[in-house]
């Protein structure tokens, strides 16, 4: 006889969601990655989607524009993103285009695109010697 059960046993670790992006990935299956994602994302606990790109040869802009909605669709999700097997050229890529950190950082549930906490709202100032007009039809602000 063994002895008595634990009041809370442990729990299982949570499923790690990855989607694996290959060569080559182009803009037109962009929409089918995002509702993979979305797909996985329903069946999986919770916690950043890891996306392993290590099957991505030579990167360009197509992979960049997957990496970018993938990561919208996961924070419409309340999910972060974070990038595995990413290589330097990919990398440098990133860091060019302004996404390294976007793709690298989990999302905070509920503010995954949001302003980011204690920041200001940046101020316009008008450019000089530019006319703002109103077209017709247009909402009033």
Avoid: K
């Amino acid at each position: 006889m063994t002895g008595p059960e634990p009041e809370n046993p442990p729990m299982p670790p949570p499923a790690v969601l990855v989607l694996v992006l290959a060569q080559p990935v182009t803009r037109a299956e962009v929409a089918r990655l995002c509702e993979r994602l979305s797909a996985l994302a329903r069946r999986a606990g919770p916690g950043p989607v890891t996306v392993d790109v290590g099957g991505v040869g030579r990167p360009d802009l197509a992979v960049v524009e997957a990496l970018a909605r993938l990561r919208l669709t996961a924070g419409r999700l309340g999910r972060g993103i974070q990038l595995r097997n990413a290589r330097g050229e990919l990398r440098r890529l990133l860091a060019w285009t302004g996404l390294d950190e976007a793709l690298s950082a989990p999302a905070a549930l509920g503010h995954a695109l949001g302003p980011e906490p204690g920041g200001e709202a940046e101020q316009r100032e008008e450019a000089l010697g530019v006319q703002e007009g109103v077209e017709p039809g247009d909402p009033a602000p």
